[in-house]
Protein backbone atom coordinates (compact mmCIF):
# COMPACT_ATOMS: atom_id res chain seq x y z
CA UNK A 1 0.00 0.00 0.00
CA UNK A 2 1.35 3.58 -0.23
CA UNK A 3 2.02 5.82 2.34
CA UNK A 4 -1.12 7.47 2.45
CA UNK A 5 -3.10 3.97 2.64
CA UNK A 6 -3.97 2.38 5.83
CA UNK A 7 -7.67 3.61 6.90
CA UNK A 8 -10.70 2.79 7.19
CA UNK A 9 -14.00 1.79 9.44
CA UNK A 10 -15.52 3.08 12.12
CA UNK A 11 -16.41 0.88 15.76
CA UNK A 12 -18.99 -1.26 13.70
CA UNK A 13 -15.98 -3.06 12.66
CA UNK A 14 -15.09 -3.87 16.26
CA UNK A 15 -16.44 -6.67 17.93
CA UNK A 16 -16.07 -8.73 14.94
CA UNK A 17 -12.07 -7.65 14.10
CA UNK A 18 -11.38 -8.18 17.95
CA UNK A 19 -12.48 -11.33 17.98
CA UNK A 20 -9.76 -12.79 15.30
CA UNK A 21 -7.01 -10.92 17.72
CA UNK A 22 -7.11 -13.92 19.61
CA UNK A 23 -6.50 -16.31 16.75
CA UNK A 24 -3.38 -17.42 14.82
CA UNK A 25 -0.20 -18.45 17.08
CA UNK A 26 3.49 -17.86 16.66
CA UNK A 27 5.28 -21.04 14.77
CA UNK A 28 7.28 -23.66 16.76
CA UNK A 29 10.42 -23.17 17.07
CA UNK A 30 13.97 -25.37 16.06
CA UNK A 31 15.95 -27.67 17.80
CA UNK A 32 17.79 -25.80 20.70
CA UNK A 33 20.85 -23.60 19.74
CA UNK A 34 24.42 -23.97 20.94
CA UNK A 35 25.29 -22.40 24.21
CA UNK A 36 26.52 -18.25 23.79
CA UNK A 37 27.62 -16.00 26.12
CA UNK A 38 25.69 -12.64 25.34
CA UNK A 39 26.12 -9.08 26.83
CA UNK A 40 22.83 -7.77 27.10
CA UNK A 41 21.80 -3.64 28.27
CA UNK A 42 18.95 -1.74 27.94
CA UNK A 43 15.28 -1.16 29.41
CA UNK A 44 14.65 -5.14 28.49
CA UNK A 45 17.33 -6.47 30.16
CA UNK A 46 15.95 -8.41 33.21
CA UNK A 47 13.41 -9.86 31.22
CA UNK A 48 15.52 -11.00 28.11
CA UNK A 49 18.54 -12.01 30.55
CA UNK A 50 15.68 -14.21 32.14
CA UNK A 51 14.84 -15.41 28.48
CA UNK A 52 18.62 -16.13 27.72
CA UNK A 53 19.25 -18.27 30.59
CA UNK A 54 16.25 -20.25 29.90
CA UNK A 55 17.03 -21.13 26.90
CA UNK A 56 20.51 -22.21 28.08
CA UNK A 57 22.60 -19.34 26.62
CA UNK A 58 24.89 -17.79 29.58
CA UNK A 59 24.55 -13.85 30.62
CA UNK A 60 28.29 -12.30 30.91
CA UNK A 61 29.18 -8.92 31.70
CA UNK A 62 25.99 -8.02 33.34
CA UNK A 63 25.79 -4.80 35.12
CA UNK A 64 25.36 -3.96 39.38
CA UNK A 65 21.08 -4.01 39.01
CA UNK A 66 21.10 -7.16 36.88
CA UNK A 67 23.87 -9.07 38.82
CA UNK A 68 21.65 -8.08 41.95
CA UNK A 69 18.46 -9.31 40.73
CA UNK A 70 19.36 -12.93 39.80
CA UNK A 71 21.30 -15.76 41.57
CA UNK A 72 22.86 -17.30 38.59
CA UNK A 73 26.40 -17.06 38.04
CA UNK A 74 27.02 -13.93 35.56
CA UNK A 75 30.62 -13.81 35.04
CA UNK A 76 32.74 -10.81 33.46
CA UNK A 77 33.89 -13.59 30.24
CA UNK A 78 33.84 -11.78 26.83
CA UNK A 79 31.07 -12.34 24.82
CA UNK A 80 29.61 -14.00 21.44
CA UNK A 81 27.57 -11.30 21.25
CA UNK A 82 26.02 -8.42 22.53
CA UNK A 83 21.86 -7.67 22.56
CA UNK A 84 21.55 -3.75 22.94
CA UNK A 85 18.26 -1.84 23.22
CA UNK A 86 18.15 0.71 20.25
CA UNK A 87 18.25 4.31 21.17
CA UNK A 88 14.51 4.80 20.59
CA UNK A 89 13.68 1.73 22.72
CA UNK A 90 11.78 -0.05 20.18
CA UNK A 91 13.44 -3.06 19.91
CA UNK A 92 17.08 -4.70 19.85
CA UNK A 93 19.91 -4.75 17.47
CA UNK A 94 22.00 -8.18 17.99
CA UNK A 95 26.02 -7.79 17.02
CA UNK A 96 28.88 -10.24 17.13
CA UNK A 97 29.98 -13.66 15.89
CA UNK A 98 27.88 -14.60 12.77
CA UNK A 99 26.44 -17.99 14.23
CA UNK A 100 25.89 -16.93 17.35
CA UNK A 101 23.92 -13.58 15.61
CA UNK A 102 21.86 -16.02 13.72
CA UNK A 103 21.17 -18.19 17.06
CA UNK A 104 19.98 -14.67 19.07
CA UNK A 105 18.19 -13.30 16.17
CA UNK A 106 15.90 -16.24 15.74
CA UNK A 107 15.73 -16.23 19.74
CA UNK A 108 14.27 -12.97 19.97
CA UNK A 109 11.93 -13.29 17.22
CA UNK A 110 10.61 -15.88 19.40
CA UNK A 111 9.52 -13.15 21.83
CA UNK A 112 6.02 -12.64 20.32
CA UNK A 113 4.26 -13.03 17.30
CA UNK A 114 4.63 -9.45 16.59
CA UNK A 115 8.55 -9.47 16.76
CA UNK A 116 10.18 -8.77 13.25
CA UNK A 117 13.54 -8.96 12.41
CA UNK A 118 16.40 -8.14 9.92
CA UNK A 119 19.71 -8.95 9.18
CA UNK A 120 22.22 -6.33 9.13
CA UNK A 121 23.84 -5.12 5.83
CA UNK A 122 26.73 -2.78 7.43
CA UNK A 123 27.06 -4.08 10.51
CA UNK A 124 29.73 -3.02 12.67
CA UNK A 125 33.13 -3.44 11.86
CA UNK A 126 32.59 -4.37 7.99
CA UNK A 127 34.79 -2.68 5.74
CA UNK A 128 33.38 -1.36 2.41
CA UNK A 129 34.81 0.90 -0.95
CA UNK A 130 32.08 3.11 -0.85
CA UNK A 131 31.50 6.16 -2.94
CA UNK A 132 30.75 9.43 -1.93
CA UNK A 133 27.22 10.36 -3.09
CA UNK A 134 27.30 14.20 -1.77
CA UNK A 135 28.76 16.46 0.98
CA UNK A 136 26.86 17.95 3.57
CA UNK A 137 28.06 20.21 6.45
CA UNK A 138 29.83 18.22 8.70
CA UNK A 139 30.49 15.03 6.58
CA UNK A 140 29.61 12.84 3.92
CA UNK A 141 26.70 10.58 2.53
CA UNK A 142 29.00 7.25 1.39
CA UNK A 143 27.34 5.05 -1.58
CA UNK A 144 28.10 1.32 0.24
CA UNK A 145 27.24 -0.35 -2.98
CA UNK A 146 26.03 -3.86 -2.94
CA UNK A 147 24.98 -4.10 0.53
CA UNK A 148 22.08 -1.65 -0.02
CA UNK A 149 22.95 1.02 2.21
CA UNK A 150 24.19 4.21 2.61
CA UNK A 151 27.02 5.52 5.63
CA UNK A 152 27.60 8.87 7.43
CA UNK A 153 30.98 9.81 7.19
CA UNK A 154 32.08 12.99 9.77
CA UNK A 155 34.76 15.01 8.29
CA UNK A 156 36.67 14.43 11.97
CA UNK A 157 36.71 10.58 10.96
CA UNK A 158 37.71 11.23 7.56
CA UNK A 159 41.73 11.08 6.29
CA UNK A 160 42.27 13.68 4.30
CA UNK A 161 39.74 15.73 2.10
CA UNK A 162 36.58 14.06 1.13
CA UNK A 163 34.85 15.15 -2.05
CA UNK A 164 32.08 13.98 -4.30
CA UNK A 165 32.43 10.78 -5.82
CA UNK A 166 35.64 9.86 -3.90
CA UNK A 167 36.06 6.09 -3.39
CA UNK A 168 36.83 5.84 -0.21
CA UNK A 169 37.42 2.95 2.42
CA UNK A 170 35.26 3.03 5.10
CA UNK A 171 34.40 1.22 8.56
CA UNK A 172 31.09 0.74 10.15
CA UNK A 173 31.49 2.59 13.48
CA UNK A 174 27.93 2.49 14.75
CA UNK A 175 25.70 0.77 12.93
CA UNK A 176 21.79 2.53 12.16
CA UNK A 177 18.63 0.03 12.59
CA UNK A 178 16.47 -0.16 9.90
CA UNK A 179 13.82 1.89 10.88
CA UNK A 180 15.62 4.51 12.46
CA UNK A 181 16.67 7.97 10.45
CA UNK A 182 19.90 7.32 10.60
CA UNK A 183 22.70 6.38 9.01
CA UNK A 184 25.31 3.92 10.01
CA UNK A 185 28.63 6.35 11.27
CA UNK A 186 31.94 5.09 9.10
CA UNK A 187 34.87 6.00 9.87
CA UNK A 188 38.33 5.94 7.58
CA UNK A 189 40.46 4.19 10.05
CA UNK A 190 39.94 0.69 9.77
CA UNK A 191 39.96 -1.77 13.37
CA UNK A 192 39.51 -5.23 14.41
CA UNK A 193 36.55 -4.81 17.43
CA UNK A 194 35.35 -7.64 19.20
CA UNK A 195 34.09 -6.29 22.39
CA UNK A 196 36.89 -6.30 25.34
CA UNK A 197 39.49 -5.49 22.77
CA UNK A 198 40.17 -4.21 19.97
CA UNK A 199 43.60 -3.77 17.77
CA UNK A 200 44.14 -0.99 15.54
CA UNK A 201 46.88 -1.12 12.52
CA UNK A 202 49.98 1.10 13.15
CA UNK A 203 49.65 1.90 16.65
CA UNK A 204 52.19 -0.09 19.40
CA UNK A 205 51.79 -0.65 22.50
CA UNK A 206 48.74 -0.91 25.12
CA UNK A 207 45.65 1.43 25.67
CA UNK A 208 42.64 1.43 27.51
CA UNK A 209 39.87 3.49 26.49
CA UNK A 210 38.83 6.22 28.58
CA UNK A 211 40.34 4.90 31.50
CA UNK A 212 44.01 6.46 32.90
CA UNK A 213 43.44 4.98 36.73
CA UNK A 214 45.44 2.05 38.59
CA UNK A 215 43.29 -0.50 37.49
CA UNK A 216 43.72 0.67 33.92
CA UNK A 217 47.39 0.57 34.06
CA UNK A 218 47.21 -2.72 35.67
CA UNK A 219 45.63 -4.26 32.84
CA UNK A 220 48.13 -3.14 30.61
CA UNK A 221 50.79 -4.38 32.38
CA UNK A 222 49.24 -7.45 32.32
CA UNK A 223 47.85 -7.73 29.01
CA UNK A 224 52.03 -9.49 28.04
CA UNK A 225 51.39 -12.08 30.45
CA UNK A 226 48.82 -13.25 28.02
CA UNK A 227 49.49 -15.95 25.94
CA UNK A 228 47.79 -14.89 22.61
CA UNK A 229 49.26 -14.47 18.98
CA UNK A 230 48.42 -10.31 18.25
CA UNK A 231 49.00 -9.82 14.51
CA UNK A 232 52.22 -7.84 13.77
CA UNK A 233 51.78 -4.15 12.82
CA UNK A 234 48.47 -3.81 15.48
CA UNK A 235 48.28 -2.08 18.64
CA UNK A 236 45.66 -2.97 21.89
CA UNK A 237 43.22 -1.08 23.23
CA UNK A 238 41.07 -2.66 25.77
CA UNK A 239 37.57 -1.34 26.09
CA UNK A 240 37.13 0.30 30.03
CA UNK A 241 34.68 -2.92 30.94
CA UNK A 242 37.91 -4.76 30.39
CA UNK A 243 39.05 -3.47 33.44
CA UNK A 244 36.81 -6.27 35.31
CA UNK A 245 37.18 -9.10 33.20
CA UNK A 246 39.15 -12.07 33.99
CA UNK A 247 42.56 -13.54 32.61
CA UNK A 248 40.64 -15.96 30.46
CA UNK A 249 37.97 -13.48 29.42
CA UNK A 250 40.89 -11.02 28.45
CA UNK A 251 42.52 -13.71 26.45
CA UNK A 252 39.67 -14.44 24.94
CA UNK A 253 38.84 -11.18 23.73
CA UNK A 254 42.55 -10.73 22.23
CA UNK A 255 42.02 -14.04 20.18
CA UNK A 256 38.98 -12.97 18.84
CA UNK A 257 40.04 -9.66 17.88
CA UNK A 258 43.46 -11.33 16.23
CA UNK A 259 41.29 -13.45 13.88
CA UNK A 260 39.45 -10.46 12.89
CA UNK A 261 42.64 -8.12 12.36
CA UNK A 262 43.71 -11.07 10.14
CA UNK A 263 40.47 -10.83 8.13
CA UNK A 264 41.08 -7.47 7.32
CA UNK A 265 44.58 -7.84 6.86
CA UNK A 266 43.60 -9.75 3.76
CA UNK A 267 41.63 -6.74 2.61
CA UNK A 268 43.43 -3.92 3.59
CA UNK A 269 46.11 -4.08 1.17
CA UNK A 270 43.35 -4.84 -2.29
CA UNK A 271 43.09 -1.18 -4.19
CA UNK A 272 40.01 0.42 -3.94
CA UNK A 273 38.04 -0.87 -6.43
CA UNK A 274 33.49 -0.97 -7.05
CA UNK A 275 31.31 0.09 -4.21
CA UNK A 276 30.98 -2.93 -2.07
CA UNK A 277 31.73 -5.10 0.84
CA UNK A 278 35.55 -6.04 1.38
CA UNK A 279 34.80 -8.14 4.88
CA UNK A 280 32.49 -8.18 7.76
CA UNK A 281 33.94 -9.67 10.34
CA UNK A 282 31.01 -9.78 12.72
CA UNK A 283 27.58 -9.69 11.89
CA UNK A 284 24.35 -7.78 13.21
CA UNK A 285 20.56 -8.35 13.05
CA UNK A 286 18.07 -6.16 14.44
CA UNK A 287 14.59 -7.12 16.12
CA UNK A 288 11.60 -4.74 16.27
CA UNK A 289 9.34 -5.38 19.30
CA UNK A 290 5.75 -4.98 18.85
CA UNK A 291 3.51 -4.19 21.73
CA UNK A 292 2.10 -7.90 22.39
CA UNK A 293 6.22 -8.54 22.73
CA UNK A 294 6.80 -6.21 25.17
CA UNK A 295 3.53 -7.36 27.77
CA UNK A 296 5.35 -10.70 27.24
CA UNK A 297 8.59 -9.45 28.40
CA UNK A 298 6.94 -7.85 31.23
CA UNK A 299 5.54 -11.36 31.76
CA UNK A 300 8.87 -12.68 32.03
CA UNK A 301 10.57 -10.14 33.95
CA UNK A 302 7.75 -10.63 36.43
CA UNK A 303 9.62 -13.63 37.36
CA UNK A 304 12.03 -12.01 38.54
CA UNK A 305 11.11 -8.82 40.07
CA UNK A 306 8.69 -6.55 40.67
CA UNK A 307 6.73 -5.38 37.76
CA UNK A 308 4.20 -2.50 36.77
CA UNK A 309 1.39 -3.70 33.95
CA UNK A 310 2.84 -2.02 30.49
CA UNK A 311 6.34 -1.86 31.99
CA UNK A 312 7.87 -2.21 28.67
CA UNK A 313 5.23 -0.71 26.85
CA UNK A 314 5.26 2.43 29.18
CA UNK A 315 9.45 2.61 29.22
CA UNK A 316 9.71 2.42 25.60
CA UNK A 317 7.16 5.60 25.28
CA UNK A 318 10.16 7.98 26.06
CA UNK A 319 12.51 8.60 28.71
CA UNK A 320 10.51 10.57 30.81
CA UNK A 321 8.29 7.79 30.68
CA UNK A 322 11.00 5.38 31.57
CA UNK A 323 12.22 7.19 34.91
CA UNK A 324 8.42 7.29 36.03
CA UNK A 325 8.08 3.12 35.61
CA UNK A 326 11.58 2.94 37.87
CA UNK A 327 10.25 5.33 40.29
CA UNK A 328 6.62 4.21 40.45
CA UNK A 329 8.35 0.54 41.15
CA UNK A 330 10.53 1.60 43.25
CA UNK A 331 7.76 3.61 45.72
CA UNK A 332 4.86 0.41 44.79
CA UNK A 333 4.61 -3.38 44.68
CA UNK A 334 3.56 -5.07 42.13
CA UNK A 335 2.68 -8.55 42.28
CA UNK A 336 1.04 -10.37 39.21
CA UNK A 337 -1.21 -7.98 37.61
CA UNK A 338 -2.05 -5.92 40.46
CA UNK A 339 -0.24 -3.45 42.40
CA UNK A 340 0.06 -3.07 46.38
CA UNK A 341 -0.08 -0.25 48.20
CA UNK A 342 0.73 -0.47 51.61
CA UNK A 343 -1.30 -3.93 52.30
CA UNK A 344 -3.79 -3.43 50.13
CA UNK A 345 -3.60 -4.82 46.71
CA UNK A 346 -5.91 -3.86 43.28
CA UNK A 347 -6.02 -5.37 39.79
CA UNK A 348 -5.21 -2.74 37.59
CA UNK A 349 -4.48 -3.44 33.46
CA UNK A 350 -2.15 -1.42 31.07
CA UNK A 351 -2.83 2.51 32.44
CA UNK A 352 -3.00 4.23 28.81
CA UNK A 353 -4.91 7.02 30.48
CA UNK A 354 -2.61 7.58 33.23
CA UNK A 355 0.41 7.21 30.97
CA UNK A 356 -1.15 9.23 28.40
CA UNK A 357 -2.16 12.56 30.62
CA UNK A 358 1.46 12.05 32.46
CA UNK A 359 3.53 11.88 29.26
CA UNK A 360 1.45 12.25 26.39
CA UNK A 361 -0.62 12.65 23.70
CA UNK A 362 -3.18 14.66 24.53
CA UNK A 363 -5.84 16.62 23.35
CA UNK A 364 -4.23 19.13 21.12
CA UNK A 365 -1.14 17.57 20.74
CA UNK A 366 0.30 17.40 17.24
CA UNK A 367 1.15 13.45 16.55
CA UNK A 368 2.98 11.38 13.65
CA UNK A 369 1.73 8.06 11.95
CA UNK A 370 4.47 6.29 12.02
CA UNK A 371 3.97 3.91 9.43
CA UNK A 372 7.02 0.59 10.31
CA UNK A 373 6.83 -1.75 6.50
CA UNK A 374 8.09 -5.10 6.56
CA UNK A 375 11.14 -4.59 5.31
CA UNK A 376 12.42 -2.56 8.36
CA UNK A 377 11.71 0.68 6.77
CA UNK A 378 9.44 3.30 8.63
CA UNK A 379 7.62 6.06 6.65
CA UNK A 380 5.82 8.79 8.42
CA UNK A 381 2.49 9.41 7.15
CA UNK A 382 1.82 12.84 8.20
CA UNK A 383 1.09 14.53 11.53
CA UNK A 384 -2.47 14.75 13.03
CA UNK A 385 -3.93 17.14 15.95
CA UNK A 386 -5.59 14.91 18.37
CA UNK A 387 -8.65 15.99 18.47
CA UNK A 388 -9.97 13.21 21.41
CA UNK A 389 -8.38 10.94 23.71
CA UNK A 390 -10.71 8.59 25.50
CA UNK A 391 -8.75 7.11 28.16
CA UNK A 392 -10.83 4.13 29.56
CA UNK A 393 -11.57 2.81 25.55
CA UNK A 394 -7.30 3.55 25.22
CA UNK A 395 -8.30 5.27 22.36
CA UNK A 396 -6.92 8.29 20.48
CA UNK A 397 -8.57 10.68 17.39
CA UNK A 398 -6.22 12.02 15.04
CA UNK A 399 -7.32 14.67 11.80
CA UNK A 400 -5.34 15.34 9.06
CA UNK A 401 -6.41 18.43 6.39
CA UNK A 402 -5.14 16.31 3.18
CA UNK A 403 -3.44 18.40 0.09
CA UNK A 404 -4.98 18.30 -3.45
CA UNK A 405 -3.26 16.24 -5.79
CA UNK A 406 -3.81 12.55 -6.70
CA UNK A 407 -6.28 9.85 -5.13
CA UNK A 408 -6.60 7.63 -2.00
CA UNK A 409 -5.05 4.51 -2.35
CA UNK A 410 -7.80 1.49 -3.44
CA UNK A 411 -10.14 4.23 -3.10
CA UNK A 412 -11.00 5.26 -6.47
CA UNK A 413 -11.12 8.96 -4.43
CA UNK A 414 -9.42 12.12 -5.65
CA UNK A 415 -7.59 14.08 -3.07
CA UNK A 416 -9.08 17.27 -3.53
CA UNK A 417 -8.43 20.42 -1.18
CA UNK A 418 -10.12 21.36 2.01
CA UNK A 419 -10.65 17.03 2.53
CA UNK A 420 -10.17 15.80 6.05
CA UNK A 421 -8.45 12.19 7.32
CA UNK A 422 -9.96 11.49 10.34
CA UNK A 423 -8.20 8.31 12.05
CA UNK A 424 -8.86 6.35 15.24
CA UNK A 425 -6.36 4.25 17.05
CA UNK A 426 -7.00 1.97 19.83
CA UNK A 427 -4.01 0.59 21.86
CA UNK A 428 -3.26 -2.55 21.37
CA UNK A 429 -5.93 -2.86 18.34
CA UNK A 430 -4.75 -5.20 15.08
CA UNK A 431 -5.98 -2.48 12.53
CA UNK A 432 -6.95 1.00 12.77
CA UNK A 433 -9.32 2.60 10.53
CA UNK A 434 -9.22 6.28 8.72
CA UNK A 435 -12.49 7.88 7.17
CA UNK A 436 -12.06 10.43 4.40
CA UNK A 437 -14.50 13.40 4.25
CA UNK A 438 -14.37 16.20 1.49
CA UNK A 439 -14.75 20.09 2.82
CA UNK A 440 -18.59 19.96 2.76
CA UNK A 441 -18.18 16.43 4.83
CA UNK A 442 -19.49 13.94 2.32
CA UNK A 443 -17.80 10.60 3.35
CA UNK A 444 -15.23 9.49 0.37
CA UNK A 445 -14.47 6.46 1.85
CA UNK A 446 -12.79 4.22 4.76
CA UNK A 447 -9.40 2.65 4.53
CA UNK A 448 -8.27 -0.11 7.11
CA UNK A 449 -4.92 -0.93 7.45
CA UNK A 450 -4.54 -4.04 9.36
CA UNK A 451 -1.07 -3.95 11.33
CA UNK A 452 0.58 -5.42 14.70
CA UNK A 453 -1.03 -3.89 17.39
CA UNK A 454 -1.02 -0.23 17.60
CA UNK A 455 0.95 1.49 20.48
CA UNK A 456 0.24 5.23 20.84
CA UNK A 457 3.62 7.08 21.64
CA UNK A 458 3.96 10.55 22.77
CA UNK A 459 4.98 11.86 19.96
CA UNK A 460 4.23 8.97 17.50
CA UNK A 461 1.86 6.29 16.64
CA UNK A 462 3.86 3.54 16.38
CA UNK A 463 2.42 -0.17 14.10
CA UNK A 464 4.27 -2.23 11.64
CA UNK A 465 2.14 -2.17 8.04
CA UNK A 466 0.72 -5.67 7.63
CA UNK A 467 0.16 -5.15 3.91
CA UNK A 468 -3.40 -6.75 3.58
CA UNK A 469 -6.42 -3.90 4.21
CA UNK A 470 -9.75 -3.62 4.00
CA UNK A 471 -11.41 -0.54 2.27
CA UNK A 472 -15.04 0.67 2.02
CA UNK A 473 -15.97 3.00 -1.39
CA UNK A 474 -18.27 5.72 -0.67
CA UNK A 475 -20.95 3.27 -2.20
CA UNK A 476 -20.86 0.80 0.18
CA UNK A 477 -18.14 -1.82 -1.83
CA UNK A 478 -16.52 -3.95 0.81
CA UNK A 479 -12.93 -4.70 -0.84
CA UNK A 480 -9.62 -6.49 0.20
CA UNK A 481 -6.59 -5.45 -1.22
CA UNK A 482 -3.28 -6.27 -0.90
CA UNK A 483 -3.22 -9.78 0.02
CA UNK A 484 -0.35 -11.03 -2.46
CA UNK A 485 1.97 -8.19 -0.80
CA UNK A 486 1.90 -10.33 1.90
CA UNK A 487 2.39 -13.20 0.54
CA UNK A 488 5.61 -11.62 -1.13
CA UNK A 489 6.87 -10.25 2.57
CA UNK A 490 6.28 -14.23 3.85
CA UNK A 491 8.09 -15.23 0.69
CA UNK A 492 10.89 -13.40 1.12
CA UNK A 493 11.21 -13.89 4.99
CA UNK A 494 10.37 -10.33 6.31
CA UNK A 495 6.76 -11.89 7.57
CA UNK A 496 6.63 -15.28 10.13
CA UNK A 497 3.36 -17.34 8.76
CA UNK A 498 2.22 -17.21 11.85
CA UNK A 499 2.06 -13.35 11.42
CA UNK A 500 0.26 -13.44 8.19
CA UNK A 501 -2.05 -15.52 9.06
CA UNK A 502 -3.09 -13.39 12.17
CA UNK A 503 -3.52 -10.18 9.49
CA UNK A 504 -5.43 -12.86 7.44
CA UNK A 505 -7.76 -13.37 10.03
CA UNK A 506 -7.46 -9.89 10.79
CA UNK A 507 -8.49 -8.97 7.23
CA UNK A 508 -11.33 -11.27 7.16
CA UNK A 509 -13.21 -10.21 10.58
CA UNK A 510 -12.99 -6.67 9.22
CA UNK A 511 -14.33 -7.94 5.93
CA UNK A 512 -17.62 -9.72 7.66
CA UNK A 513 -18.31 -6.85 9.96
CA UNK A 514 -17.91 -4.33 7.09
Same mark, same amino acid.
Not at 22 to 30: I, L, M, P, S
Not at 417 to 443: I, L, N, S
Given at each position: M??????????????????????A??? +????A?? %?????????????L????????????????????? !??????????????E????R??????? +?P??????????????L??????????????? +?G??S???????V??L??????? !????????????????I?????????????D????D???????????L??G????????A?????R???G????????????W??????????????A????????GD?A?T????L?????E????????A??????????????D?????????M?G????????R????????? =?????????G????????????? !?G??? +?????R??????????????????????????????????T?????????????LD?????????T?????G?????T??R?????R???Y?NV???? =?????????V?????????A???V?????????E?V?????? =???????R %?????????L
Amino acid at each position: MTADGGEGAGDGAGEAADTADGAAGTD +DGDAAAA %SRRVRVRGIYSTALTRSLLDAGHEVVQASPPIRRR !FEADLPAADHDASVETTDDRQGVGVAG +DPDAVADLRAHLLDVGLDALAWDDPAPRGAVF +DGVVSTTLGSGAVVDLGDAGAEG !FLPFDNADGYVGEDDVIRVQVLDPAAPWADDRPVLDTRVRAMAGLATLVPGREGVRVDGADDAAARELAGMTDLLSVDVPDGWGIEWSRDAREADMDALGDALARAGDRARTLDAVLEEPQGEPGRLAAPAAGAWVWFGRECRFALDGIRREVTSTMPGHHRTKAASRAASAGVDLA =EALCSFDGDGVAFGDEETEVDFP !FGVVA +DQFGPREGDRVAIGHGKPDGRLIVLGRGEVTEVDPAAGSLTLERQMSAGGTYDALDARREAGDVATTTFREGRWWYPTVYRDADGTRKGTYVNVCTPV =EAFPETVRYVDLHVDVVKHADGRVERVDDNELDEAVERGEVT =EGLAEKAR %SVASALERAL
